[in-house]
């Protein structure tokens, strides 16, 4: 019924930047939070960046003062403005949001960055 899309992901070189996007469609009544995360091979996912419904942001202490999470409420899309990369090898970042009060993950977009 609902349903998540994210976009975005490359193959960067250090200090580059990248965009991504996550789209929510379906039978949506309301999205509230919405958030990135990110998981390296082998290890645990981790949050990146979150934003509320009120606009009010929270990011992990990692990429603070680099990444930028942004919502467009119209198009139910919420996004990750990455500045700065660092040389830290894959990352596959997923979008999670609460719609309807049920909470929902993408499949993934996969950023490299390496030199």
């Known amino acids: 019924q609902v349903q998540l899309v994210e976009s975005g992901g490359d193959l960067v070189q250090p200090g580059g930047s990248l965009r991504l996007s996550c789209a929510a469609s379906?039978?949506?009544?309301?999205?509230?939070?919405m958030g990135w995360y990110r998981q390296a091979p082998g290890k645990q996912r981790e949050l990146v960046a979150g934003?509320?419904?009120?606009?009010?942001?929270n990011y992990a202490d990692s990429v603070k003062g680099r990444f930028t999470i942004s919502r467009d409420n119209a198009k139910n899309t919420v996004y990750l403005q990455m500045n700065s990369l660092k040389p830290e090898g894959t990352f596959v970042y997923y979008c999670?949001?609460?719609?309807?009060?049920?909470?929902?993950w993408g499949k993934g977009t996969l950023v490299t960055v390496s030199s």
């Open positions: 999670n949001v609460l719609i309807n009060d049920r909470n929902y």
């Open positions: 934003i509320t419904s009120g606009g009010v942001t």
């Open positions: 379906g039978r949506i009544f309301g999205i509230y939070a």
